[in-house]
């Protein structure tokens, strides 16, 4: 059952590499998907970095092996409800890292497909979405972020709950992901 799991992820991952759909493409991750022992939980973020996970392939780490200021936080607000970081699935929703983030939501549409077959052979009961630009392409018809922060979304795909994105300028990144964690905690049980 793994090895056609791991094998339907190295498919799509080849798929992913070979697109060329975005014309505002800068660079193109070799790491899609990173496999925690927990996929009852799969994070997904914006678009790579263009330091960080796709050059350690560790996600949540850069490439010296030191945890990344968001990571670091993230880690933190999971730590607080049971959970390991690195023991949970994770993945990007725009798979290439875009010339400008004015090209965010193109180059998201265009990889779209790919992220909904991740999730499809990931099968999570829960996606947190960290921050705007990651919810918009799993949760699209919200006006206001503050709208759909913190509450569970059911859909086909399990439970989304969007979070504040962790990152260390963030003002809220840490504090009102606090509750936000509880929720998470509760939907497990």
Request: glycine share 6%; aromatic share 8%.
């Amino acid at each position: 059952m793994e090895d056609v799991f791991i094998n339907d992820l190295n498919k799509l991952h080849k798929e992913i590499r070979d697109c060329n759909k975005c014309a505002y493409r800068d660079i193109c991750s070799p790491t899609y998907t990173y496999v925690g022992k927990d996929n009852r939980i799969l994070i997904l973020g914006e678009s790579p970095a263009k330091n960080g996970w796709r050059i350690s392939g560790k996600a949540w780490y850069e490439p010296s092996g030191k945890i990344t200021a968001t990571g670091k936080i993230l880690k933190t607000l999971l730590s607080e409800i049971g959970l390991v970081l690195e023991d949970l699935s994770f993945t990007e929703a725009v798979k290439c890292t875009p010339k400008s983030p004015k090209f965010l939501k193109d180059c998201g549409q265009n990889c779209y497909p790919f992220l909904k077959r991740q999730i499809e052979i990931l099968k999570p009961k829960i996606i947190i979405t960290l921050g705007v630009r990651a919810t918009e392409l799993v949760l699209p018809k919200f006006k206001k972020f503050s709208d759909v922060v913190g509450k569970i979304h059911k859909t086909d795909s399990g439970f989304i709950i969007p979070i504040y994105h962790p990152s260390p300028i963030s003002p809220v990144g840490y504090k009102l992901n606090v509750p936000i964690m509880q929720t998470i905690k509760d939907l497990l049980i």
